[in-house]
């Protein structure tokens, strides 16, 4: 059964600090997604990344930055987490092709910034 | 602009009613898919259904079916003699190809209660 595995389902981090979200896949999609949902906005993209070491801004990427070393992780940094992005983050994958390939969600990661 | 629009922001209902979930979207393109997603309490999101813009055929997959309407722009769904277990957030979202690659643009969500 194909997988998408985000590392921790709840983070409480302090304003200030510099949070790791993971995502791991493991069914070699070359399409990564990064987004975060919050009540009445629906899920809106923060990045994505074609393939190995490419990066793409998506709809809101201040104050958030990526990392994809390897096909199947696609890391999300926040480099000074700030109160408002507490929020819920869920990773995706896809493989490269047509638009008729769906997406594979993770389980989601709450991250709380107190 | 690329939207996609739930207005429903909550419904909630009996067990055994039907219940129908808003969708309209917005697009330029000519080609593009329409999805629906099924958060439960779990958090993740479920697949249900993708339907691609030249294909308008309603379609019926057990007690859930979607209706295609590109004359207005819209992709309702319907649940038949609802369930407890069909309480969750749905989603709809738009599929469009953006510098080179494809992205889902998703709605605001519907959360959906059937109460017993």
């Known amino acids: 059964d194909v997988k998408v595995t985000q590392s921790s389902r709840y983070l409480v981090k302090r304003t200030g600090e510099k949070v790791f979200l993971e995502c791991v896949q493991d069914?070699?999609?070359?399409?990564m997604f990064w987004y975060r949902q919050d009540p009445g906005l629906g899920l809106r993209l923060i990045y994505f990344s074609y393939d190995v070491k490419m990066k793409e801004k998506g709809d809101i990427p201040e104050g958030y930055s990526v990392s994809r070393e390897k096909k199947e992780r696609f890391s999300l940094i926040l480099e000074s987490a700030s109160t408002n992005q507490t929020s819920m983050y869920l990773c995706?994958?896809?493989?490269?092709?047509?638009?008729?390939?769906?997406?594979?969600f993770g389980s989601g990661t709450r991250l709380t910034v107190v | 602009a690329q939207k996609v629009t739930q207005a429903q922001t909550e419904i909630s209902v009996v067990e055994k009613e039907d219940v129908t979930l808003d969708c309209v979207y917005e697009?330029?393109?000519?080609?593009?898919?329409l999805f629906w997603y099924k958060q439960p309490p779990s958090g993740e999101l479920v697949f249900l259904i993708r339907?691609?813009?030249?294909?308008?055929q309603n379609e019926i997959s057990g007690r859930y079916s979607w209706n295609f309407q590109k004359s207005t722009s819209s992709f309702n769904f319907t649940i038949t003699a609802s369930q407890v277990v069909d309480s969750a957030v749905y989603f709809c979202?738009?599929?469009?190809?953006?510098?080179?690659?494809?992205?889902?643009?998703f709605g605001q969500g519907t959360r959906l209660t059937i109460n017993p």
């Open positions: 697009t330029r393109d000519t080609t593009y898919y």
């Open positions: 339907r691609n813009s030249f294909d308008e």
């Open positions: 979202a738009l599929s469009l190809i953006i510098q080179g690659a494809q992205k889902l643009v």
């Open positions: 069914m070699d999609h070359e399409n």
């Open positions: 995706a994958s896809r493989i490269r092709g047509g638009f008729n390939y769906g997406y594979t």
